[in-house]
């Protein structure tokens, strides 16, 4: 089984609107952390944000917040007001604390438009 | 510039042929993983070291990939007898260790390797 997934292949955005990614997890680890990663054209990967499994309040990072529903096992990345340069990839992770690994989704493809 | 480094930023080999890359992480950072990327997928975990100690390998990964960290600073990452089916960016990334077991990875640039 997939231990993320993320459904949205391409993402359209007015600019100076919200939008959301999707991104689904899997594991049976209590503790685990969650990760959304930025990936333009370029291709260096850069670092949004970060959830803890037990952390109780969504994480914010200025535009960047995490919409974490544990039952669902489901943590969405908001972007608030879209700029032109969020046109990128978008990667979820996830890192269980019993192991090392970084799991990735597909990621999302996301174009703002102007 | 203190963020982590990868040499080359590109390869082109033919098959068969042996490649090494290089990466230096952020001097603090005791943890660095090395990925590999095709197009349109994420990063795929290839191996992990704490120091200079391999602590995991990808079960997918061949034979013919060996790595290394010596002293605990850079890496190297080895590919032997390059296929077609190697052609990727292979990322690199360190992190240090924080509280409550929260870390994440930064990045290196990328080797982008095209075997022909």
């Known amino acids: 089984a997939q231990k993320i997934t993320q459904t949205q292949p391409g993402m359209f955005v007015q600019e100076k609107e919200a939008v959301t990614l999707d991104c689904t997890y899997d594991t049976s680890d209590p503790s685990y952390g969650l990760f959304w990663y930025k990936q333009p054209s370029s291709g260096e990967m850069i670092f949004l944000i970060y959830?803890?499994?037990?952390?109780?309040q969504n994480a914010t990072e200025g535009r960047y917040s995490l919409n974490f529903q544990k039952a669902r096992k489901s943590a969405n990345l908001v972007i608030s007001a879209s700029q032109l340069g969020d046109s990128a990839m978008y990667f979820c992770a996830m890192r269980e604390v019993t192991g090392n690994q970084f799991y990735f989704g597909t990621g999302t493809s996301l174009t703002v438009i102007p | 510039d203190t963020g982590v480094s990868q040499d080359p930023r590109h390869k082109i080999t033919k098959r068969g042929q042996n490649v090494t890359f290089r990466c230096d992480p952020i001097?603090?950072?005791?943890?660095l993983y090395w990925y590999r990327q095709t197009l349109g997928q994420g990063p795929e975990f290839l191996t992990y070291?704490?120091?200079?100690?391999?602590?995991?390998k990808s079960r997918l990964l061949s034979d013919r990939f060996s790595a290394e960290r010596p002293k605990g600073s850079f890496s190297t990452l080895e590919i032997q007898r390059t296929e077609q089916g190697d052609s990727a960016m292979y990322l690199c990334?360190?992190?240090?260790?924080?509280?409550?077991?929260?870390?994440?990875?930064?990045f290196g640039p990328g080797t982008r390797l095209t075997v022909t």
């Open positions: 070291f704490q120091n200079e100690a391999q602590l995991e």
């Open positions: 959830q803890g499994s037990y952390d109780q």
């Open positions: 990334a360190s992190s240090p260790r924080l509280a409550g077991g929260q870390y994440e990875q930064y």
């Open positions: 001097s603090e950072h005791n943890r």
